[in-house]
């Protein structure tokens, strides 16, 4: 497992933009709100730029992005936003490159793709919650400051505090567990599927969102996954927002179209985490290992960024 260094206070976010194009009065605003927090903030050349739907091309987009890690006057990177166009680079991307300079890696969404192929290949630990954008207003506060909590080493003992616990169900299962977490967008996670860049997931803890996605869709990716033999290998399956704008009805539907696909299985579920989409979202590893207690309904993270050495 390769964990990088954590993000240092005062230090320098890099921002770039592997995916969609950004606003570019969202971006501005949430790199006055970042260096308001006390860091230095530079783009890639490309941050603001529009290539159709894209920020930049495929090439652009990789290269900068490996820059951001190589560059020794950055302490952390951020995705500018998510969108489309991170499986297109997955071919191209130099990850050896990447994993040579480990650095706090946030992103999220179609982000999903970069993540959990540099899991796959390099066990580099990044992390899944806030994009840039989202500084400018986007999530509430707690959120964000959860975000730089967790980059800078700095994270709760239980990560669900200060998030409503209202809306978690355990579907199945009681007690604690522990286990590599894999967090991802359900789309994102489905598009990689039958590709290389697919990471094993023997035993690993996978926690799914996404949004605007009707529950027969959700249904039909959770059984995408199922018929793949995804969801028989797993150590136990956690969602966040399956649709932040669903009303009970449809949440109803999608609890049991998740029961349903994890049918002939053991291991413990949990819908509903403040994981998503939507305002409050936890920070969480790509590959770090966290512990769940069920009975409590908390979250702990162990240590996913190198420890600062004593002085």
Not at 166 to 180: C, E, K, M, N, P
Not at 237 to 255: I, K, T
Request: net charge negative.
């Amino acid at each position: 497992m390769i964990v990088p260094a954590p993000l240092r206070a005062g230090g320098t976010i890099g921002i770039c933009a592997p995916s969609g194009p950004v606003d570019p009065a969202r971006l501005n605003a949430a790199i006055a709100a970042l260096r308001a927090s006390g860091f230095d903030v530079q783009t890639s050349a490309s941050a603001f730029s529009r290539s159709g739907y894209l920020s930049a091309t495929d090439d652009v987009r990789a290269r900068e992005l490996e820059e951001m890690f190589v560059r020794d006057d950055i302490d952390a990177v951020i995705c500018a936003r998510g969108g489309v166009g991170a499986s297109r680079l997955l071919e191209i991307l130099d990850t050896a490159r990447i994993a040579g300079h480990p650095k706090p890696f946030l992103g999220f969404s179609d982000n999903t793709a970069l993540q959990w192929l540099l899991w796959g290949r390099h066990r580099l630990v990044s992390f899944s919650g806030p994009m840039a954008v989202d500084w400018s207003g986007l999530v509430s506060e707690h959120t964000l400051r959860l975000a730089l909590d967790v980059l800078m080493g700095d994270a709760p003992t239980d990560l669900l505090n200060g998030f409503s616990r209202d809306g978690i169900h355990v579907l199945r299962g009681t007690g604690s567990f522990a286990g590599t977490l894999l967090p991802g967008n359900l789309t994102m996670i489905n598009t990689l599927l039958g590709t290389p860049y697919l990471p094993a997931l023997d035993g690993t803890l996978l926690l799914i969102e996404d949004v605007n996605e009707p529950p027969y869709r959700i249904d039909r990716m959770l059984f995408h996954l199922r018929n793949a033999g995804v969801l028989s290998r797993i150590g136990g399956l956690l969602c966040g927002d399956l649709d932040a704008s669903a009303d009970e009805a449809e949440r109803a539907l999608v609890r049991q179209a998740v029961l349903d696909a994890m049918r002939g299985t053991s291991c413990p579920i949990v819908t509903g985490l403040p994981f998503g989409h939507g305002r409050d979202r936890m920070t969480l590893p790509v590959g770090g290992t966290v512990h769940v207690n069920l009975d409590t309904l908390t979250l702990a993270l162990r240590a996913a960024v190198t420890p600062e050495p004593s002085a």
